[in-house]
Structure formats: structure tokens, C-alpha cells
């Protein structure tokens, strides 16, 4: 099955700015709704939740950790609305090649079983942003594990698609400033 997700321009410039703004990660959330078929489902960031400076137990160059009424804040959120959550980060100075690092991996592994458990089972994906490029992945149906995300579309006055660099399923390449913390 295909996995896109699609942003309006007007929230993909706001998303960008904040997740841009200085040299340290930053997180926010988009509210999406869900269109499946037989051989895809498509996301459509409906609106968005800017994580602010107070959301974070820990907010540094290389590491983000939300705080849990912060996580309970956004998924009451994603209900009221009755749309899926899409969290999205930022790697700064990661240019063409961003990737999820480890603990990304095993943060937002987690944070997707909360999220399934919450939203009652919508889809929930993830994506972290480069300052040109994207990755992200998508959970649904049992939430067993991530899959690929094929695509994400701005949408405005033109069309804008961006691959995802698939590093949740590979190796990283190359000289990377990301690290494991614990």
C-alpha cells in the first residue's frame, strides 16, 4: 500500500519557520484527515500544533523530549478534531539528508503505541524535517510496526513533492552530528 502524506502550503511555511528557527530540534504536530483505498492512504495536514519552548522536558541540538502533559495536550487535540496525528521534528543543518536517528526511532516506536491507544486506532505517522529533505513513516491498521512513507506533497499554487530518504529501514550514509543519548 502507498503512503503520502499532503500539506497545504500555508502550513507547511509555518511549520518550516518553527521548526527552523534556530539551531536547536523542534517539534510540532499536524492534524490530518484519512482517505484509504485498496492500494493507498493519503494524509491531509488539516491544521497544525506548534510545540512550544515550555512543552519540552529537554530541548537540544540532537535530542527532544516532550513532556507528558504536553503529549496528553496534543492528543486530546488530535481527538476533539477527530483527525490523526502526524509528529514532526526537526534536524537542523541536516541539509539533503536528514534522518531518524536512534532515539528517534525508539521515541516515536513508543509514542505510536500511545497514539494508536488515544486516537482509537487512526493512522499516526512521523516525519523529520531537513532543511531539504524529509523522512517520514506511517502506523495503521494493528500498529505492529512503521511503514515506508512514499511521498509528501505541498499543495498550493504548484505541486512540490519530496521523497522520503527511508532511513528508518537503512543504515544512515554519510558524516551525521546525530547521536544516541540516553
Known amino acids: 500500500m502507498k503512503h503520502t502524506i499532503v500539506i497545504p502550503d500555508r ?16 517539534g510540532a504536530f499536524l492534524f490530518a484527515s484519512a482517505r484509504q483505498t485498496e492500494r493507498e492512504l493519503t494524509l491531509t495536514a488539516e ?4 510545540v512550544p519552548k515550555d512543552g519540552w ?12 502533559s504536553e503529549r496528553g495536550k496534543i492528543m486530546k487535540l ?9 509528529d514532526c521534528h526537526s534536524h537542523p543543518d541536516s541539509g539533503e539528508d536528514v534522518w531518524f536517528s536512534p532515539s528517534d526511532v525508539a521515541g516515536i516506536t513508543e509514542f505510536a503505541q500511545y497514539a494508536n491507544w488515544k486516537l482509537s ?12 529533505s524529509i523522512d517520514g513513516v506511517v502506523w495503521r491498521d494493528a500498529f505492529e510496526r ?10 498550493g499554487a504548484a505541486t512540490k513533492t519530496l521523497i522520503p530518504t527511508g532511513s ?5 550514509k554519510g558524516k551525521h552530528r546525530f547521536e544516541i543519548y540516553e
Open 121 to 132: 486506532g487512526k493512522p499516526f505517522a512521523a516525519l523529520v524535517w531537513g532543511e531539504d
Open 78 to 86: 488530535a481527538r476533539d478534531k477527530n483527525l490523526c496525528a502526524i
Open 11 to 26: 502550513v507547511a511555511t509555518t511549520l518550516r519557520y518553527h521548526l527552523f528557527q534556530n539551531a536547536v530540534e523542534q
Open 168 to 172: 528508518w529501514f537503512s543504515a544512515p
Open 57 to 68: 522536558e529537554v530541548q537540544m541540538e540532537v535530542y527532544l523530549q516532550m513532556k507528558d
Open 146 to 155: 512503521a511503514l515506508p512513507l512514499a511521498e509528501v506533497q505541498f499543495v
Open 47 to 50: 491544521d497544525f500544533y506548534l
